[in-house]
């Protein structure tokens, strides 16, 4: 099955992108380029809206050969204000495995933003998308994105090493991952 264009959370929507989402993407990128660029290797300091305008279009084209589902993450009351991204894509179709990946703007930070909106990643990808193992791949260090991962009920599987270079720097991760049946439990338990 294929994700809905538009997805509600209690507090924010998940929309896909469109093209008049640059100068946002922008505006968001710049103002929390400190944070992002510590942990994310496309986040430099020449970040412009030419980048925006590629991401835009291959986030459309990823959607559309069903590879990548990339959610611009907004406030029903204030739309025009891009807060984060929210993704989750397959890494592996046999093995029925996907992976979710975010971040959100620096100045609306430890609001719960990236957990509320990657649980219904998670949802997305076990409920619509068949996934039956969703992962996550945190840079060691990353005490606010390991936080997430916690909240959300993921389970710590090991470190990988080297993962990933981010600003010349070859950074360790710690695999996390969440099986479809641990999700269902979690959920039940919530809605309990
Ligand atoms: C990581 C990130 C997505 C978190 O987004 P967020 O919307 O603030 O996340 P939440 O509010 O849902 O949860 C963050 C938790 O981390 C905690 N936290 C924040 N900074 C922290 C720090 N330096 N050390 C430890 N915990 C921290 C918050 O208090 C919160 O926990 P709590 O609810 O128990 O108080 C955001 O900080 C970010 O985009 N960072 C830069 C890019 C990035 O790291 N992306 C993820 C790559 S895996």
């Not at 030419?50 to 990823?62: L, P, T």
């Not at 559309?64 to 179709?93: C, Q, T």
């Not at 076990?126 to 996550?136: A, D, E, R, V």
């Not at 090493?161 to 950074?171: A, P, T, Y």
């Amino acid at each position: 099955m294929r994700p809905p264009d538009r997805i509600y959370t209690e507090r924010f929507l998940l929309r896909r992108f469109a093209r008049k989402d640059a100068d946002a993407i922008l505006e968001a990128v710049e103002a929390s380029l400190p944070d992002l660029a510590e942990w994310l290797p496309w986040a430099h300091d020449n970040y412009t809206k030419d980048d925006a305008i590629a991401y835009v279009r291959d986030s459309s084209q990823s959607w559309k050969e069903g590879r990548a589902y990339d959610f611009a993450i907004r406030s029903p009351n204030e739309p025009g204000r891009h807060l984060g991204n929210m993704s989750v894509w397959h890494v592996s179709r046999l093995g029925k495995v996907g992976e979710i990946g975010y971040w959100v703007r620096s100045d609306a930070t430890s609001q719960g933003i990236a957990t509320e909106t990657a649980a219904a990643m998670l949802d997305l990808g076990f409920s619509t998308l068949g996934m039956h193992k969703i992962t996550l791949r945190i840079a060691v260090g990353n005490d606010a994105s390991d936080r997430v991962a916690q909240k959300l009920g993921f389970t710590r599987e090991g470190i990988l090493r080297e993962e990933l270079k981010v600003n010349g720097k070859w950074l360790d991760h710690t695999l996390y991952s969440m099986l479809e049946q641990e999700f269902q439990r979690i959920r039940q338990s919530t809605l309990n």
